[in-house]
């Protein structure tokens, strides 16, 4: 059994971690999250919520913990109002390095509502709203991140190839195997083929992370899609889980025991992610 704090996570970033203040309990606040990963020598982390913009939190918490570099983005459900351009543009020039499609508001993850989840699709479902293509044109301006967060794979594939005629350089594929996305390997290598996107795996959406997807079945696709266009996260925070440090290295101990190289490791959780945040 390896020893967690035996993982050299020097030079790691964590795009998908959940810290308190938060709507649902957490497993720790912000600041506590960011000693601990500065203490490991990690590069970066960037806060995420599902209510609330995280941006402003992240700057407070880089002037306590200056070793780390702190993140912030917004994502788009309800409660800032949706497809809301006038919010994205306020969190981008607050210095959002990432602006999610909706999760818990999403479409996909409102199923037992239907018809109440948001959708980027126009009703003839063919073609994006107009406010997404506003919100677009401004993730493009600003060169922030752009995370599809629980939309569907029909979604995803609408969304990316008008996001990249808009200009926006870095696209992220939220937990593509995350059982409210379902995007197959193979439209995953379509994706990657045609537009120049990453693809976040997140420890979560594996039974090692309380989710239903074999450890096997996630290295397989890691595997086939590839490291070169692969961020690994934890999408860590919840009370019952390892820290989000330690779900990190938990994370890099079983890619490394699957046979993955160092070079491999440190492209998914060290190089691609510093890229997509300009570090």
């Known amino acids: 059994m390896v020893d967690l704090f035996d993982v050299d996570l020097t030079g790691m970033v964590d795009m998908h971690i959940h810290s308190a203040p938060d709507v649902w309990q957490r497993k720790m606040d912000d600041l506590e999250l960011a000693k601990q990963a500065a203490a490991r020598g990690m590069r970066a982390i960037l806060l ?14 880089q002037q ?24 994205v543009e306020a969190a981008l020039r ?9 999760t818990l508001s999403s479409a996909a993850g409102s199923e037992a509502h239907v018809g109440l989840g948001l959708t980027v699709l126009e009703d003839d479902h063919l073609n994006l709203k107009r406010d997404v293509l506003d919100i677009l044109s401004l993730v493009a301006e600003h060169d922030a ?91 860590f925070g919840q009370p019952d889980n390892l820290s989000p440090v330690d779900g990190l290295a938990c994370f890099i101990a079983e890619l490394r025991s699957a046979g993955f190289t160092e070079a491999a490791i440190a492209r998914m959780g060290r190089l691609n992610p510093a890229h997509l945040l300009g570090i």
Not at 48 to 61: E, F, N, P
Not at 180 to 193: A, G, I, T
Request: proline residues 7%.
């Open 48 to 61: 995420k919520s599902h209510w609330t913009l995280t941006a402003d939190r992240a700057y407070l918490v």
């Open 64 to 87: 306590v913990v200056p070793d780390l570099r702190v993140f912030g983005g917004l994502v788009l459900n309800n409660s800032v109002g949706g497809f809301n351009p006038i919010a």
């Open 94 to 102: 607050m210095g959002a390095a990432e602006i999610w499609m909706p």
């Open 145 to 235: 991140i752009l995370g599809t967060g629980h939309l569907s794979s029909d979604e995803i594939l609408a969304l990316v190839p008008a996001a990249h005629g808009l200009g926006v350089r870095k696209i992220v594929i939220t937990h593509p195997q995350h059982p409210l996305v379902r995007m197959s390997p193979l439209q995953q290598e379509e994706l990657r083929d045609r537009f120049d996107v990453f693809f976040e795996r997140c420890m979560i959406t594996s039974v090692l992370g309380g989710g239903p997807l074999p450890f096997g079945t996630l290295v397989d696709v890691i595997q086939r899609v590839g490291p070169d266009t692969t961020v690994i996260a934890t999408d």
